[in-house]
């Protein structure tokens, strides 16, 4: 079991605990404004989602959960899909989501698997790509070009980059019109 450096705490797989205050009150309310992840029972469901078709690690701070990630195993294991990832915002940036990232890719790796991918969604315009109307002409030169556009409010593109991740396609209209979904994948 990795230990987490700045909180001294150990990641856990997660089995839904009891012990465990599961209270990341949001998956992200800048990226899911429905408001459906901030809800306890939601939050707890999609923990179960998760562990049927995959894995799940969680960073705790005492007795509370102030980070998870998941890793749903897809071509029969030999890709693991990074879904969700989120880190309690009090508790952003000081390494704990670059840290869940390393631990998933230690287990994927143990587990067998050659690739980690992922999707994230560009749903507020937060990135270079909803500027553009119709993506369809401007593939795949347009992949290398995705940028942030507000580096006060980074697109999470920029973090999973920092994590050595490559963009390898897009799906234009993803989430309805100029709002794609990005999808990033690593070697193991
Ligand atoms: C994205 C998220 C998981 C990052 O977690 P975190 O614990 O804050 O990230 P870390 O502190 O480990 O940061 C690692 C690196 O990425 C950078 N970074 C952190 N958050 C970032 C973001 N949102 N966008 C761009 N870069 C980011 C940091 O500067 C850091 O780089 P450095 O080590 O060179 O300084 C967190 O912001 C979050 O939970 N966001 C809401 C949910 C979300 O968007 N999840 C991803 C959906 S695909």
Redesign the pocket.
Same mark, same amino acid.
């Given at each position: 079991m990795n230990t987490f450096p700045s909180l001294g705490s150990p990641f856990f797989p997660m089995e839904l605990d009891p012990t465990i205050n599961f209270s990341l009150k949001d *998956?992200?309310s800048?990226?899911r404004p429905d408001g459906d992840w901030g809800a306890f029972e939601g939050a707890r469901q999609e923990v179960r989602d998760v562990l049927e078709e995959g894995s799940a690690f969680c960073a705790v701070d005492g007795d509370r959960v102030v980070?998870w990630i998941g890793g749903l195993h897809v071509y029969h294991g030999k890709v693991w899909e990074l879904h969700?990832?989120?880190?309690a915002p009090a508790?952003?940036?000081?390494?704990?989501? *670059?840290?869940l990232v390393a631990h998933l890719e230690d287990a994927a790796r143990a587990a067998g698997a050659a690739t980690i991918m992922?999707?994230?969604?560009d749903e507020d315009g937060r990135t270079t790509l909803s500027q553009i109307d119709d993506l369809y002409p401007l593939l795949p030169g347009i992949l290398c070009e995705i940028a942030?556009l507000d580096p006060a409010n980074?697109?999470?593109v920029?973090?999973y980059r920092?994590?050595g991740y490559a963009v390898v396609g897009v799906l234009p209209d993803a989430n309805g019109v100029r709002k794609p979904d990005i999808y990033m994948a690593k070697r193991l």
């Open positions: *998956r992200s800048e990226s980070g969700p990832l989120v880190v508790a952003r940036r000081s390494g704990i989501g *670059r840290a992922l999707g994230t969604d942030s980074p697109h999470p920029d973090f920092s994590c």
